[in-house]
């Protein structure tokens, strides 16, 4: 067993301790101003604690809102590809019902898938890793076929798989490739974060464009898979499924309209009201509104009527038409949520500065007061020690300096009442001794010389 001596262990404790009790001795021998000074940095450290937990927040927001616009933006950019596939499919089924129609253009398509991928490949390597849509990011994540690259090659090989017309079944590529750019659309959504939107002011706008109207997509691509069926299932197969769609797609269309109307009223508890949402998002919701509506009649007569009855041209005419107010409410609402996500950028820079300037002024506030605080002290003490020194060299006509109040005045009224007892009592002393003529000594009673 080792023996450890306790002297080993006092040293370092005296030390410490000795060290703390010349560090409290210089402490209280300090000056008042310098005292002063230790207690504005005392009061000034806990506010540039908040400040700097507050600037930590707000930088954390502004990532968040960065993110959010980076991601809102790369959907943009995707976004006309969805329904351009969705358009060429339900332009082959026109073409199919009405011999005199135009048909399907698939270098219209063509332009469309291509323009939309490379938008997204030529994106700034900043945003692409931000977004992980880059080739690293989505290979780390087991996604390396959601890669826009990947996708622009695959469509690359439709070129010699093109259907020849409208009544050859598409690839299945074609199919591929779509759902390749849905889950890159939807990728986009949840690295972005719009999926978790946390702040109020973008909320529910962020909700209809990448919930409502994706979700929407679904009942309508399975409208158009119905349309392009073959009459392979039985008749009564055919209405349930048709009800069923009915039924999805009004539903959507009614949580669409929700959301949006609820983010038009709550515009204006933010950063007031918006002209851009109530204008040009309000238009196109009108319109989508009403054109939804219509799309639900049409669906409704199709399922009214003999299910062996081809599949009425208005009916896709409806379809078509939804399609495009479905893609201009997209469009209205990205750009407008770009707009609420500056605002909100700008708010938080605001709001960081701010929490600076306040920081600053506390300093400077809390600094000029300690000086303030000092002088009012000092000058007094000073001028009190001056009237001590010029009594104590015999000047008992010396006069006080300055203005006291509080406590320095009954100090310096003790004082003055003090010096002239000792003025009076000197003076007595004098003018006794002053009054002694003859030579004298003075004894005490054992007749000492005192």
Not at 159 to 181: F, M, N
Not at 369 to 385: E, Q
Not at 403 to 432: P, W
């Amino acid at each position: 067993m080792l023996y450890h001596s306790p002297d080993r262990f006092r040293f370092p404790y005296y030390f410490v301790k000795a060290r703390n009790q010349r560090t409290w001795r210089d402490m209280f021998s300090l000056t008042i101003s310098r005292k002063l000074i230790l207690c504005v940095l005392v009061f000034a450290l806990p506010i540039s604690v908040l400040v700097f937990f507050m600037d930590l927040s707000f930088v954390y927001d502004l990532d968040i809102a960065r993110q959010e616009q980076a991601g809102n933006q790369a959907q943009r950019l995707l976004q006309p590809a969805m329904p351009a596939l969705d358009r060429y499919r339900a332009e082959r089924i026109l073409s199919r019902l009405d011999p005199g129609a135009s048909p399907p253009s698939f270098s219209e398509l063509d332009q469309a898938i291509r323009s939309s991928l490379s938008s997204l490949i030529t994106l700034d390597q900043a945003s692409r890793t931000r977004l992980g849509i880059d080739a690293e990011s989505l290979a780390n994540t087991g996604l390396p076929t959601l890669a826009p690259e990947s996708i622009l090659e695959l469509w690359g090989r439709m070129e010699g798989l093109q259907p020849g017309d409208a009544h050859t079944p598409l690839p299945e590529l074609y199919a591929d490739v779509e759902e390749r750019i849905d889950r890159l659309f939807d990728h986009l959504t949840r690295n972005s974060q719009l999926a978790q939107d946390p702040a109020l002011d973008s909320n529910r706008l962020a909700q209809v464009l990448t919930r409502a109207l994706p979700m929407f997509h679904q009942p309508m691509a399975s409208t158009l898979a119905h349309m392009e069926r073959e009459a392979s299932s039985s008749a009564q197969d055919q209405v349930i499924q048709l009800a069923l769609v009915t039924t999805l797609n009004e539903v959507l269309i009614n949580d669409i309209l929700m959301d949006s109307h609820q983010a038009m009223a709550e515009d204006s508890n933010f950063y007031g009201i918006s002209p851009g949402l109530h204008e040009r998002f309000g238009e196109t919701l009108e319109a989508f509104e009403f054109q939804a509506a219509d799309f639900i009649d049409s669906l409704r007569i199709r399922a009214a009527l003999d299910s062996d009855s081809p599949v009425p041209t208005s009916l896709v005419l409806s379809w078509l038409d939804t399609l495009d107010a479905a893609s201009e409410l997209y469009l209205a609402g990205s750009l407008e949520l770009d707009v609420l996500l500056d605002k909100r950028i700008e708010s938080y820079g605001r709001w960081r500065t701010m929490g600076y300037g306040f920081g600053l002024a506390s300093l400077i506030i809390a600094l000029f007061i300690a000086r303030f605080i000092s002088f009012s002290i000092t000058r007094p003490v000073n001028s009190l020690v001056r009237y001590a020194e010029a009594v104590g060299q015999g000047e008992y006509g010396a006069e006080l300096e300055g203005r006291f109040s509080g406590e320095m005045a009954f100090l310096v009224r003790d004082v003055t009442v003090m010096v002239g007892k000792l003025k009076h009592r000197l003076a007595f002393s004098r003018g006794v001794l002053d009054s002694i003529v003859a030579p004298f000594l003075v004894c005490d009673r054992e007749s000492n010389i005192t």
